[in-house]
Antibody
Framework: QLQLQESGPGLVRPSETLSLTCTVSGGSITNSGSYWSWVRQPPGKGLEYIET???????YYNPSLKSRVAISVDTSKNQFSLKLTSVTAADTAVYYC???????????WGRGALVTVSS | QTVLTQEPSFSVSPGGAVTLTCGLSSGSVSTNHYPSWYQQTPGQAPRSLIYNTNIRSSGVPDRFSGSILGNKAALTISGAQADDESDYFCALSMGSGMYVFGTGTTVTVL
């Protein structure tokens, strides 16, 4: 059974960079047809798509966040990572990593990591 | 900016049926958008229910079904049960690797 787990600081100061890592277990990040995504959810609000990466490094971004985000993959560690720069309070959210498969399905999700932006 | 609009809330009786919809701010939803649906209970990660319009994810009961109704994507819950009480989100593929999630619908079973 595939499992995803987010890790990283729970508190980030305004204007700094938010960094999170997702560790994939129970399967390989290089599986054909698998793409690796970040989705976030501000407290009490809906889901917002952030970005996706393939194991080969192809990337796809939400245009509204593209100027501030970067995604990378480390196949040797079965991990992928998110960096979001110049954060503000509006970036406070639960950040989920998820697998995206052909057919547009986010089929496996991590439990989520709450990141609060505050001084 | 693309907005996917869902009904804010629905109430359904146990054993009853309810259809949730997902509409685009501009244009019609089609199978080319690969509509998907997710269920989320408080404090939990979303769970995949339906993808590619009408394919049930692994382990999802057949009382959940997806379709296109008119110009919207739709999720129907038939024979509602108490543990169907959740938030439901739709998502569409907008092309070029971009996805958009809907505003969400809270379903109450009572």
């Amino acid at each position: 059974q595939l499992q995803l787990q987010e890790s990283g600081p729970g508190l980030v100061r305004p204007s700094e960079t938010l960094s999170l890592t997702c560790t994939v277990s129970g399967g390989s990040i290089t599986n054909s047809g698998s793409y690796w995504s970040w989705v976030r959810q501000p407290p009490g609000k809906g889901l917002e798509y952030i970005e996706t990466i393939s194991y080969s490094g192809n990337t796809y971004y939400n245009p509204s966040l593209k100027s501030r985000v970067a995604i990378s993959v480390d196949t040797s560690k079965n991990q992928f990572s998110l960096k979001l720069t110049s954060v503000t309070a509006a970036d406070t959210a639960v950040y989920y990593c998820a697998r995206l498969i052909t057919g547009g399905c986010f089929d496996y999700w991590g439990r989520g990591a709450l990141v609060t932006v505050s001084s | 900016q693309t907005v996917l609009t869902q009904e804010p809330s629905f109430s359904v009786s146990p054993g009853g049926a309810v259809t949730l919809t997902c509409g685009l701010s501009s244009g019609s939803v089609s199978t080319n958008h690969y509509p998907s649906w997710y269920q989320q209970t408080p404090g939990q990660a979303p769970r995949s229910l339906i993808y590619n319009t009408n394919i049930r994810s692994s382990g999802v009961p057949d009382r959940f079904s997806g379709s296109i109704l008119g110009n919207k994507a739709a999720l129907t819950i038939s024979g509602a049960q108490a543990d169907d009480e959740s938030d439901y989100f739709c998502a569409l593929s907008m092309g070029s690797g971009m996805y958009v999630f809907g505003t969400g619908t809270t379903v109450t079973v009572l």
